[in-house]
């Protein structure tokens, strides 16, 4: 099992959600409202100190767990969904995932997701 963590715009939740749905199996996902400072804002991302501007900072992070063999179509699923091609689009990250307990049920493994 895997577990997916993107940071994307509040503007792509619901393009990537309509994204995720149109997947064989939906996995389930769980969406945090953010706030983050990115790479930096000058020519090559280099550190140019401004001003803070909070607004310019909100992102949603949506929690994904899912069988490996949904792994990669989630993540071009998302991708897809999100990608403007400006900076700020966001980041994907996968990672493994040892053990799932679905609490309601007590199924374990690939059975919980």
Known sequence: MKQIIA?????????VE?????L????GLTLFQVRGESRGRAAGHAYEPVEWD???HDNVMMFVICSDELVSRAVDAIRGAAHTGRPGDGVI??????E???IRTGERGEAAV
């Open 7 to 15: 940071i994307i715009r509040p503007s792509a939740v619901e393009p």
């Open 24 to 27: 064989g199996h939906f996995p």
């Open 18 to 22: 309509h994204a995720m749905h149109e």
């Open 100 to 102: 799932v307990v679905r």
């Open 54 to 56: 909070i607004e310019e």
């Open 93 to 98: 990250t996968v990672s493994e995932v040892s």
